[in-house]
């Protein structure tokens, strides 16, 4: 039996060059993240620390320390509701299908088509299949498809930063329209009884000043007191309207229909906060995340002017 012929080497030393050139012709510059100069010692303050971006933990449901239930009602709604939010989930959604959309370059490309034909004339008919099968690749030499995919994985890490700060911003806003108007409902509660109090005083007044006991001017004196508290109180009926119109919006509802109960009883729980702010929180801020990825994004740009 004869032996069979030996393959040549010359394709497979062709294949792997193609594998070495493709992984080292690739242009433009690697991403290496800023960094701020550092100093070994502070003057100011000797327990100084390098910073440690921690934008990626969990920041929790911070809203439940209240122990308020219509507050985390309302604080649930703002994922699901929030306009602005439902914007940025769009914009994640459409910055992934681009990361996959460039993706999909890197590899090759089949293409599959048919067709029949029809053909009659007096003797016969004629029936005619056609099947087409195509496939095209175009080697990433360069690195520009590369570089590509970079920056849209960079732009997808931004828009996820972008959605991590419009939910943080919505909740945080919301956060502060519904402490607020509660604010309102004390003070109310107070000028309620305030009023009760000087009207009370008017009555006593008009029957000494009838009595001849007083003049008109303490008379005069008490009507003004009682309807500068009325005023007061208007105004801070105003007020809590709109902090209730600010949390229907953070919440996509409509303000004439939404509603939040008045509380004049209301008495939050206070989470413990530290006396002073620790500078941990500005690592954790997703806004200052995602203009770093924007920043690696643009430095993929650079790899694609240069290969194009």
Not at 36 to 57: I, M, Q, R
Not at 158 to 168: G, I, N, R, T, V
Not at 228 to 257: I, M, W, Y
């Amino acid at each position: 039996m004869p032996a069979m012929p030996a393959m040549p080497a010359f394709p497979v030393v062709i294949a792997v060059a193609l594998a070495i050139l493709t992984a080292g012709c690739a242009v433009g510059p690697n991403y290496q993240r800023p960094s701020t100069p550092e100093a070994s010692a502070y003057k100011e303050s000797g327990g100084w620390v390098s910073a440690a971006p921690a934008d990626a933990l969990e920041r929790g449901s911070w809203w439940q320390l209240f122990n308020d239930p219509v507050l985390n009602d309302l604080a649930a709604r703002v994922e699901v509701s929030n306009q602005n939010v439902a914007a940025a989930v769009a914009g994640y959604a459409q910055a992934r299908a681009l990361v996959s959309q460039q993706n999909a370059a890197l590899f090759p490309s089949v293409s599959l088509g048919g067709g029949i034909n029809r053909a009659a004339n007096p003797v016969n008919i004629v029936n005619s299949n056609q099947v087409n099968l195509g496939a095209a690749w175009a080697p990433d030499v360069w690195g520009r498809l590369g570089r590509a995919v970079d920056g849209a994985s960079a732009l997808a890490a931004a828009s996820a930063a972008d959605l991590a700060a419009a939910k943080l911003s919505a909740q945080g806003a919301l956060a502060v329209s519904y402490l607020s108007l509660r604010q309102q409902d004390a003070q109310l509660a107070l000028l309620a009884s305030t009023v009760q109090v000087y009207e009370r005083a008017l009555d006593i007044t008009q029957n000494r000043y009838a009595a001849g006991i007083v003049a008109k001017t303490d008379v005069l004196q008490a009507q003004t007191q009682l309807a500068n508290a009325k005023s007061q109180a208007a105004g801070l009926k105003r007020q809590r309207a709109q902090f209730e119109h600010a949390a229907a919006v953070l919440t996509g509802q409509l303000p004439s229909s939404f509603d939040i109960a008045v509380k004049p009883d209301w008495s939050p729980q206070v989470p413990d906060v530290p006396l002073a702010l620790p500078s941990t929180l500005l690592q954790r801020r997703p806004d200052i995340a995602a203009a770093e990825r924007r920043v690696a994004a643009a430095n993929a740009q650079i790899g694609i002017a240069q290969s194009a």
